[in-house]
């Protein structure tokens, strides 16, 4: 497992916190989550490679 920086994780904890306030909990889903975090990573300037886990060797 590679190393996260700290402004990663500070990033993503972020996102996450507010996807909690901004959507009613029955809304709240694993994907919709991912998607948060996801935009939130993106708009920050982080990139992203995501692999499909089935497939990876």
Do not use: F, K
Request: aromatic share 6%; net charge negative.
């Amino acid at each position: 497992m590679s190393h996260m920086p700290q402004a990663a994780i500070t990033t993503i904890a972020a996102a996450l916190d507010d996807y909690r306030d901004q959507i009613p909990a029955e809304q709240q889903t694993p994907d919709g989550a991912a998607a948060h975090v996801a935009a939130y990573l993106l708009a920050s300037g982080w990139g992203l490679h995501i692999t499909d886990a089935t497939n990876a060797a």
